[in-house]
């Protein structure tokens, strides 16, 4: 592996803790880093650390962004140095030869839409199972912490409420059955409501959502509005919605606000409650994912 990253510049714009541990992995690995709002860590100190994210990316062969992604402006909020750095990826995108990787955890629709508009070969990691698989163990467990935190009843005989039954769902769904919640799992893919109800769920077509409401806690997978002021108008007041998805999540916050719902958009949980694993899923898979890159474009200059 080393042999592929070896030189190679490799840029990485904003960081949370994992990225940080990356980072000192693909510097062992000798890559050649540009490091943009990183804090000062020992481990770091070969690498370039600067302010100017177009400055960071020029002669780049591959452009790393944080797995907490950014937000809907194309914006990286997430970073370790100073408080008024920005680091803007609509204005680096134009900036990067067709076909360079870029490497993200989800990539919001501005970002989607320039990879295309200049040829730029977009890597969405929350999406590998690789990654995701592995991710889904500290989000369940995160997830699990937040509503804890946030209520005034133990998750054991609790009413539960699992929207989407994907890699986060189901890791989601039986740690609250191993708590000994009452989980209901809502889907629309009739194959996951199978598999919930085989997994000792209560299955809940999403068609029906609305005939069932009465819940101490709601999880939500699902990145789409599932949970409109419609159906948050029939809950008790005492209910506690936990929000995984990204973008701008499947619940109307304002809706939730008005009716004084506790709902809580938790983003970006494995970096949050378990940075060390969520950094070793990290080191594990993206330096091998950087490498086959690279070296794909190796090959076809060659050609």
């Known amino acids: 592996m080393a042999g592929q990253l070896a030189g190679a510049p490799v840029s990485m714009l904003g960081c949370d803790q994992r990225e940080v541990e990356l980072a000192a992995a693909l510097l062992e690995l000798g890559a050649d880093l540009r490091l943009v709002g990183f804090p000062p860590d ?115 005989n609790s009413r539960c409420l699992v929207l989407g039954y994907g890699r986060c769902g189901s890791a989601l769904a039986a740690r609250l059955l191993a708590l000994g919640a009452r989980v209901t799992v809502c889907a629309r893919s009739e194959k996951d409501l199978a598999a919930a109800f085989a997994a000792g769920c209560e299955p809940l077509p999403l068609a029906t959502l609305a005939r069932q409401y009465t819940f101490d806690l709601i999880f939500n997978t699902i990145p789409a509005m599932v949970l409109p002021r419609s159906y948050l108008r029939l809950l008790p007041g005492t209910a506690v919605i936990v929000d995984l998805a990204s973008g701008p999540g499947g619940t109307d916050f304002n809706a939730a606000a008005q009716l004084r719902l506790k709902a809580i958009h938790a983003l970006s949980l494995p970096g949050k409650v378990a940075p060390k694993t969520a950094a070793s899923i990290l080191v594990k898979t993206v330096p091998r994912l950087l490498e086959n890159l690279l070296g794909e474009d190796d090959h076809g200059s060659e050609r």
Do not use: F
């Not at 809907?72 to 609509?90: F, P």
């Not at 990539?107 to 991710?135: F, K, M, W």
């Open 42 to 156: 020992e481990r770091l100190k070969k690498a370039l650390h600067l302010r100017d994210p177009k400055a960071a990316v020029q002669g780049t062969k591959a452009v790393l962004a944080p797995m907490s992604s950014t937000d809907a402006a194309g914006r990286v909020a997430a970073h370790m140095a100073d408080s008024d750095l920005l680091i803007d990826l609509t204005e680096v995108i134009p900036l990067l030869p067709s076909g360079t990787p870029l490497l993200i955890g989800v990539a919001r629709p501005i970002i989607r839409g320039l990879a295309t508009q200049y040829s730029v070969r977009l890597v969405e990691l929350a999406e590998l199972d690789e990654i995701a698989i592995l991710n889904a163990v500290p989000t369940a467990e995160g997830a699990i912490q937040v509503a804890m935190e946030n209520t005034a009843i133990t998750i054991h």
